[in-house]
């Protein structure tokens, strides 16, 4: 028992700890009680780079990278670049041995202009168009998912040399959650239902293709999954699935791609991917599904986004005002809101917020982050503790912001978007900059 659990009255002045989990490894309190990242004070990148501004680590990213090549040595390892994809970061992940995995030609340009090989680009989407099919093709992008049999005819067409291909298969496993992240059911947008009549005809059609080198089936199961046993029953299903496709249609697959969608604890408590219990599963699963189908072991692929780069990321925010409401809620207006972060009010995302300017000790409250813009829907995180003495100008850093931020990103009531500045071992280095008035306005020519 200690003197908290003896006195509780304690707790109001006991200064909130930083949660491993939730921020990136390199995150400490100064001598000055600031909060730094990547050995840079965050209150000072909030007056050089104004607010709101994401910052990345890059050392966590590449960090996150060598953890799965460390727990998946003989399996590929794609960064979903859907999560984040900016040059610098195309860069850190290609440094670190990952191919990139994008979804439409605006992803593709990015990852080129990084000196990615293109060798190492899949090419996903449910709805890929024409011009951008042809730019990947011409690209030299070494696998294109495909999703529809509309795509098995345009590829082939446009190929004209053996393209390498995928088909997308949901092998009918729901995780729950969220509806918009329910991936590996039969009913919804993505793919071809296993065992459906459908995927058998998008068989036949990609095999009486001279020019489309099938190499293997993909599956994505859902997002945010923290329960590894989904991963091994889809393993099961897909081995089957290959097996079947073998047996009736005289293919061999060698190529077995099972997504991303590994969960990241987004508040202190949340539940995330043990990677090494995946790779167990995955391995185990393996094993007893070839044997049991007398199927040679396929080439495992991976496809991590938001595993790679939430972590790395920390969004700040200045304070506006503070409303105490009779009988409600405190709500702590910030200087940006759904804008930058719309997880909230798209998927009910839950985050932590600290002050980031000072390491405040004494009583705190419970209070309601909202954000600038005109919704109601416009919140960032709720049951938040902050410190009663919070006054507008201070820093709020929101940690686990690295992913799916910058990219859902809107200039929703003409506010520009904020700049992406990445820290490393002191030093700090603008990888966007801030979308100006200038810019938005660039766009406007009804004049």
Known sequence: MTLADIFPSLLSGTPPRLDSAIWPRETHYDEEGRITVGGVALADIADQYGTPTYVLDENEVRDRCRAYRKYFPEAETIYAGKALL?????????????????????????????????????????????GELETAIGSGVGRIVLDSLSEITLVSALATTPQRVLLRVTPDIDVHGH???????????FGFPIGSHMLDEAVERIVRQPNLEFAGLHCHIGSQISDTFPYGEAVRRMIAAMARIRDEHGVTLTDLDLGGGHAVAYRSGDAEMNLPELADIIEDSLDAACARHGFPRPRIALEPGRAIVARAGVTLYRVLTVKHIDDGQTYVTVDGGMCDNPRVALY???????????????????????????????????????????????????????????????????????????????????????????????????R
């Not at 995995?101 to 989407?125: F, N, Y």
């Not at 509806?179 to 947008?189: E, I, M, N």
Request: glycine share 10%; hydrophobic share 40%; proline share 6%.
């Open 86 to 130: 900016t040059r610098a970061v195309a860069e850190w992940v290609a440094e670190e041995g990952l191919s990139i995995d994008v979804c439409s030609a605006g992803e593709l340009a990015v990852a080129l202009s990084a000196w990615v090989d293109p060798r190492r680009v899949v090419l996903h989407g449910n709805g890929k168009p024409f």
């Open 179 to 189: 509806p918009a992240v329910r991936t590996g059911v039969a009913d919804q947008k």
């Open 348 to 446: 009910g995302a839950r985050y932590d917020a600290v002050v980031a300017n000072r390491h405040p000790t004494g009583p705190h409250m419970t209070a309601t982050i909202a954000g600038r813009y005109c919704e109601a829907g416009d919140i960032l995180a709720r049951d938040v503790r902050l410190p009663v003495d919070l006054r507008p100008g201070e820093v709020l850093a929101v940690p686990c912001t690295g992913a799916y931020h910058h990219s859902l990103a809107s200039s929703y009531n003409g506010v520009g978007r904020p700049p992406i500045v990445a820290v490393r071992e002191g030093h700090t280095r603008e990888l966007v900059r801030r979308e100006t008035l200038e810019d938005l306005m660039r766009r406007d020519v009804g």
